[in-house]
């Protein structure tokens, strides 16, 4: 069967896992679950020296897996924290910038809705596990210092992509380096083997201007947003040599930028700048 008819262009997740964990999660404990590592100095930091650290940077990208619950758990802690010290804005993968007219009108009457009513309110995508964000998402809505922003393009700008829509233009973000980079994530995730890939190309090529429109559509809305600012993401997305990093560069913002990779991996210094290494 030909790549093409495995693909679903309207909900298409290029990383996304779907198998998700129903286990309750315990609280994280430093040196006992989770250690973090500035890549660019090798030194561990504890939890709270990595706040610290993080007030110098403007926008904060928290690459994750989607259907880790400690990758989450790990990002409450962190919004919380950085929402103690100023106001916040946490731009989302899982909200088309187009449902933002649901997440302010909800907002502004935050008092009247209950926590089980939430998630219609916002117009929750259900392609996306809302037991994964739900502590995420009720921090940032009921807080008075948190604002949520749909950061993702829409399911028909998506098919508008894939039909022919005019290639993104930059500097940094569509360098072929870049381009074949994200490629090789896509055959990767899809188990295309060397012979599948001369018919598969122009598919392929399509995918990859997908994923970077979305990158650049959060890379706008990072740019743009009126205090420090929050990406949540997959970790493709907040890569520094693929992702939103670059699209940021292109839009020629002064704003300074931390990449924080949530795993395991031992993830190279052009690729992050923090790793919350889990146990």
């Not at 693909?7 to 404990?29: D, E, K, Q, R, Y």
């Not at 660019?40 to 926008?59: A, M, R």
């Not at 740019?223 to 699209?247: D, E, F, R, W, Y």
Request: proline share 2%; glycine share 4%; with cysteine.
């Amino acid at each position: 069967m030909k790549f093409i008819n495995t693909i679903c262009v309207v909900c298409i997740m290029i990383f996304f896992n779907a198998c998700v964990s129903s286990v309750t999660p315990t609280p994280l404990v430093y040196k006992k679950d989770y250690i973090i590592t500035d890549k660019h100095t090798g030194e561990e930091l504890d939890f709270n020296d990595f706040i610290e650290s993080l007030q110098h940077y403007d926008v904060i990208l928290l690459g994750e897996k989607h259907d880790v619950m400690k990758h989450h758990q790990a990002q409450v802690l962190i919004i919380e924290a950085l929402a103690k010290k100023q106001p916040l804005d946490v731009v989302f993968e899982m909200f088309p910038s187009a449902s933002q007219t649901y997440i302010d009108a909800a907002k502004s009457k935050k008092e009247s809705i209950q926590k089980s009513k939430l998630k219609n309110a916002l117009n929750w995508e259900s392609k996306w596990d809302y037991k994964m964000y739900r502590d995420i998402i009720e921090l940032g809505f009921y807080a008075d210092s948190i604002y949520l922003i749909g950061g993702n393009i829409s399911s028909d700008e998506i098919n508008i992509i894939y039909a022919g829509a005019e290639p993104l233009k930059g500097k940094y973000s569509t360098t072929n380096q870049a381009q074949e980079k994200i490629a090789q994530k896509i055959i990767q995730a899809h188990n295309i083997v060397a012979d599948q890939l001369d018919g598969n190309r122009a598919t392929i090529d399509k995918l990859v201007q997908i994923q970077q429109y979305k990158d650049r559509r959060m890379a706008d809305k990072l740019v743009h947003a009126k205090h420090q600012s929050v990406l949540i993401a997959g970790k493709h997305h907040t890569n520094k040599t693929m992702g939103v990093p670059l699209h940021i560069k292109d839009f020629k913002s002064s704003k300074k930028v931390a990449v924080v990779f949530l795993g395991d991996e031992n993830e190279s210094l052009d690729e992050c700048d923090y790793m919350w290494h889990f146990f």
